[in-house]
């Protein structure tokens, strides 16, 4: 077992495949174009607003729709039922995630370049850090939207849970809410690098087993 065990760590001491190298620099790409698109994007319709109001979360601000006038006209409805505005200030967690996506996109350079298995393991203990506890704290931020209500609004309506992933309706409202292109980006780089470190784990780790061998 004692054996087995200082063998798997000096595999993870092995420089990675020269392909997977170029491939990790590829991947680190999707992870600058995040920045360019919005990572999530809620909807909501009603019968005063057919075309629906449009609000989009990208990793350093927050946009709406009709040149982004939606954004003012989400919050003054939710003024109404005593909602806290949503705005650049309200979301103080876009205050760390550009850093988190450089320091990703960094890492993943570095390991490119001179990095070995033990590395890519890192970058995929890291990325997937990030997706937990960006998910969480979406999560989190809804909810406190929708129960940290004003309760002298002139609209009385029970707390609630905003919808973070699908349709739900709210009073007259159908809001729906999804990823945007920026989150897909960023799965492709953690699913690039899955499968990354998995041929090294099976090909590479066959590999280094028949060299001890020879």
């Given at each position: 077992m004692s054996k087995?065990?200082?063998?798997?760590?000096?595999?993870?001491?092995?420089?990675?495949?020269?392909?997977?190298?170029?491939?990790?620099?590829?991947?680190t790409i999707f992870v600058g174009l995040s920045f360019m698109v919005p990572m999530w994007h809620i909807n909501m319709k009603a019968p005063?607003?057919?075309?629906g109001l449009d609000l989009y979360i990208y990793?350093?601000?927050?946009d709406g729709g009709n040149d982004g006038n939606d954004v003012h006209e989400i919050n003054v409805l939710?003024?109404?039922?005593g909602m806290a505005p949503i705005d650049r200030a309200s979301l103080t967690d876009l205050d760390w995630i550009p850093f988190l996506f450089v320091g990703m996109i960094i890492f993943g350079l570095r390991t490119a370049v001179i990095g070995k298995v033990r590395s890519m393991i890192d970058l995929l203990v890291m990325t997937t850090y990030a997706g937990i506890f960006g998910f969480g704290r979406l999560y989190y931020k809804?909810?406190?939207?929708?129960?940290n209500?004003?309760?002298?609004?002139?609209?009385?309506?029970?707390?609630?849970?905003?919808?973070?992933?699908?349709k739900k309706q709210i009073a007259n409202f159908l809001t729906e809410a999804n990823p945007g292109l920026g989150t897909w980006y960023v799965a492709i780089f953690a699913t690039g690098l899955t499968v990354l470190l998995l041929a090294h784990l099976v090909i590479g780790r066959k590999q280094h087993v028949a060299?001890?061998?020879?």
């Open positions: 087995a065990m200082d063998a798997f760590y000096r595999f993870l001491d092995e420089p990675i495949f020269p392909w997977a190298r170029v491939a990790l620099a590829v991947l005063q607003y057919p075309e990793s350093y601000k927050v939710n003024h109404y039922i809804l909810y406190t939207f929708g129960h209500l004003d309760p002298k609004a002139a609209i009385k309506v029970e707390p609630f849970m905003p919808v973070m992933w699908g060299s001890l061998s020879d």
